[in-house]
């Protein structure tokens, strides 16, 4: 475990890499806060969760459609040239929320917002696979679990911190906190300027890079991101709905908390190991995990046994990600991985979206043991298309 455990320390100790990857963590956490942070502060100032809720939809819808065409910015100019703009944007658009005193204003100013923030992620995946790409590159998969890791710590701690705040009655200093982040951490990854991945405008190839992303195989990949973010979706409006059917509503937190500490333990022993098995054949079998603990939550009794049953689940996620990360990077060509990544996360979010709204109705209309059988739902859709995958790579 120990030699193993020296794969981290030693992609760390790459030249420039424990500094981007910092920086990037910072400013996840800080996107991590912004949606919540958003629902607190326009709660606070109109009584409305209306309003509230209007504006981080607003919000979540511009950054998944916009997100994509900003990252092809940043693949076309570079991540130095494109990001201070971006940032400089974004930083204005939560100005905006913060001063409005108008609610359309506050709706308007938190899509820009959305629109604006850069997928900090998505640039840290990048600059790894650029420094890896040639003469590391079986280690990519290490390097693609401590960006899982810092996903999973950004989303458990990012939350934490704005209801912490909110419900102490500071929500503009949650929101002016996840700018801050965000804004530090996007600052101190353009000044890393050494790990930075080439423009494209700097490719000398003559093939078009952006025709990639219209490749079957990369279409594929997207819409394996969305099957998995239809189990993220039926996971989070699942749990609550099952807690509170269950009389037990201060039982959700915990269980979600459970997941969430599954997922980091199985994503930090998944990156411990060189794999030698094909990517395409591991997420075949992650999927299959997937799919076959996820029946198990239909089924369950109560909330002691649904915890336990999400926490075995849950187990399948990171190695899922990682994966997907993996396979992305080898299908596309390197002038358009931003863009693909982000392609990615906005499929994924579409899934949730679709899925948390499913399950929304189910659970009104069924309980949330129906609910919860849109996640094996997922889980049969995410392996059909991973056995697709890799039928089409033998």
């Given at each position: 475990?120990?030699?193993?455990?020296?794969g981290?320390?030693?992609?760390?100790?790459?030249?420039?890499?424990?500094?981007?990857?910092?920086?990037?963590?910072?400013?996840?956490?800080?996107?991590?806060?912004?949606?919540?942070?958003?629902?607190?502060?326009l709660?606070?100032?109109?009584?409305?969760?209306?309003?509230?809720?209007?504006?981080?939809?607003?919000?979540?819808?511009?950054?998944?459609?916009?997100g994509?065409?900003?990252?092809?910015?940043?693949?076309?100019?570079?991540?130095?040239?494109?990001?201070?703009?971006?940032?400089?944007a974004?930083?204005?658009?939560?100005?905006?929320?913060?001063?409005?005193?108008?609610?359309a204003?506050?709706?308007?100013?938190a899509?820009c917002?959305?629109?604006?923030?850069?997928?900090l992620?998505?640039?840290?995946?990048?600059?790894?696979?650029?420094?890896?790409?040639?003469?590391?590159s079986?280690?990519?998969?290490?390097?693609?679990?401590?960006?899982?890791?810092?996903?999973?710590?950004?989303?458990?701690?990012?939350?934490?911190?704005?209801?912490?705040?909110?419900?102490?009655?500071?929500?503009?200093?949650?929101s002016?906190?996840?700018?801050?982040?965000?804004?530090?951490?996007?600052?101190?990854?353009?000044?890393?300027?050494?790990?930075?991945?080439?423009?494209?405008?700097?490719?000398?190839?003559?093939?078009?890079?952006?025709?990639?992303?219209?490749?079957?195989?990369?279409?594929?990949?997207?819409?394996?991101?969305?099957?998995i973010?239809?189990?993220?979706?039926?996971?989070?409006?699942?749990?609550?709905?099952?807690?509170?059917?269950?009389?037990?509503?201060?039982?959700?937190?915990?269980?979600?908390?459970?997941?969430?500490?599954?997922?980091?333990?199985?994503?930090?022993?998944?990156?411990?190991?060189?794999?030698?098995?094909?990517?395409?054949?591991?997420?075949?079998?992650?999927?299959a995990?997937?799919?076959g603990?996820?029946l198990?939550?239909?089924l369950?009794p109560?909330?002691?046994?649904?915890?336990?049953?999400?926490?075995?689940?849950?187990?399948?996620?990171?190695?899922?990600?990682?994966?997907?990360n993996?396979?992305?990077?080898?299908?596309v060509?390197p002038?358009?991985?931003?863009?693909?990544?982000?392609?990615?996360?906005?499929?994924s979010?579409?899934?949730?979206?679709?899925?948390?709204?499913?399950?929304?109705?189910?659970?009104?209309?069924?309980?949330?043991?129906?609910?919860?059988?849109?996640?094996?739902?997922?889980?049969?859709l995410?392996?059909?298309l991973?056995?697709?995958?890799?039928h089409?790579?033998?």
């Amino acid at each position: 475990m120990s030699s193993a455990a020296s794969g981290y320390r030693s992609l760390l100790r790459t030249p420039g890499a424990a500094a981007f990857f910092l920086a990037a963590t910072v400013g996840r956490v800080g996107i991590a806060m912004t949606g919540l942070g958003l629902v607190w502060l326009l709660h606070a100032r109109t009584g409305s969760y209306g309003t509230a809720g209007l504006a981080t939809a607003g919000f979540a819808l511009a950054e998944a459609l916009i997100g994509p065409h900003l990252a092809r910015l940043i693949d076309r100019f570079g991540q130095i040239r494109v990001l201070p703009f971006a940032l400089l944007a974004h930083a204005a658009a939560v100005a905006g929320v913060l001063a409005s005193t108008a609610q359309a204003a506050a709706v308007a100013s938190a899509t820009c917002a959305g629109a604006a923030i850069p997928q900090l992620g998505a640039l840290s995946a990048a600059r790894w696979a650029h420094l890896l790409r040639e003469e590391r590159s079986d280690e990519l998969p290490t390097a693609f679990s401590l960006e899982s890791l810092a996903n999973a710590t950004a989303f458990l701690l990012g939350p934490v911190l704005v209801s912490a705040l909110g419900a102490a009655g500071d929500a503009a200093i949650a929101s002016a906190t996840a700018a801050a982040l965000v804004l530090g951490g996007g600052a101190a990854l353009t000044a890393q300027r050494r790990t930075a991945p080439r423009p494209a405008r700097q490719y000398t190839e003559r093939a078009q890079p952006e025709r990639t992303l219209l490749r079957w195989d990369f279409l594929l990949l997207a819409t394996l991101n969305l099957a998995i973010g239809m189990y993220f979706g039926t996971m989070g409006v699942s749990v609550s709905a099952f807690a509170t059917g269950h009389d037990a509503p201060e039982a959700a937190a915990p269980i979600i908390a459970a997941s969430s500490f599954s997922g980091l333990l199985s994503g930090w022993l998944y990156g411990l190991r060189r794999h030698r098995a094909p990517a395409h054949l591991q997420l075949v079998i992650a999927a299959a995990y997937l799919t076959g603990t996820s029946l198990l939550l239909p089924l369950a009794p109560s909330a002691i046994w649904l915890g336990a049953s999400v926490v075995v689940t849950e187990a399948a996620v990171p190695p899922t990600l990682v994966l997907l990360n993996v396979l992305t990077e080898k299908s596309v060509h390197p002038a358009v991985l931003t863009q693909a990544f982000t392609w990615n996360n906005s499929a994924s979010a579409a899934g949730s979206a679709l899925a948390a709204s499913l399950a929304g109705r189910t659970a009104d209309e069924l309980g949330a043991s129906a609910a919860f059988a849109l996640a094996p739902a997922a889980g049969l859709l995410l392996l059909i298309l991973s056995a697709t995958a890799r039928h089409r790579t033998a």
